[in-house]
């Protein structure tokens, strides 16, 4: 993505929180974007786009997730959507546009369950992309600023063992 680094996105947000452009709108990386044909009805093509993710259909799910939110940009599952589609990157093994949909979801979402859990695997994703500096901050806001989530103790030890690895 020409002029915008994921890392330091991710970076930012975790520093200083959810960023705002004042009009209501977020800043986030731009989307990829496909078309697929949908229901008109937005429940079921949520449904479409999250069997295709059950069903390890990765790419299937990536395009019918992104269509769902060009078709429908006031979704009544917009979270869902997102979620949906950080998963099936993931899944397909887009490691660095998991990273930038995990980290849409944590600035639109910040306050939401799935919260922690967006940001435990934006860390993962910078481990895997070798950024162990940014994994670290990650795990570390998890076990701050969610301290008693699922994810909180997974962080702790994940932060523990990378901190605990040899400096290259």
């Known amino acids: 993505m020409p002029g915008f680094t994921t890392r330091a996105f991710l970076a930012a947000v975790l520093l200083v929180g959810p960023i705002s452009a004042g009009t209501g709108a977020t800043i986030a990386p731009p989307r990829r974007q496909k078309t697929a044909t ?8 949520y ?20 269509a ?5 940009p006031k979704h009544p599952r917009m ?35 799935r919260a922690a859990e967006a940001l435990y ?3 993962g994703c910078y481990e895997v992309l070798g950024d162990k500096m940014t994994a670290k901050l990650s795990y570390t806001v998890i076990s701050r600023k969610f301290p008693t989530s699922a994810f909180a103790e997974q ?14």
Do not use: C, I
């Open 38 to 45: 949908l229901p008109k009805d937005p429940e079921a093509a």
């Open 47 to 66: 449904k479409l786009a999250a069997t295709a993710l059950l069903a390890a259909n990765y790419a299937k799910a990536v395009d019918l997730f992104l």
């Open 68 to 72: 769902n939110m060009k078709k429908f």
């Open 79 to 113: 979270e869902d959507l997102q979620w949906g589609l950080a998963e099936s990157y993931r899944g397909k093994g887009d490691t660095e546009m998991a990273l930038a949909e995990y980290s849409r979801f944590y600035q639109d979402y910040g306050d939401a369950p």
């Open 121 to 123: 695997k934006a860390g």
């Open 155 to 168: 962080a702790r030890t994940r932060l523990s063992e990378l901190q605990s690895e040899p400096a290259k």
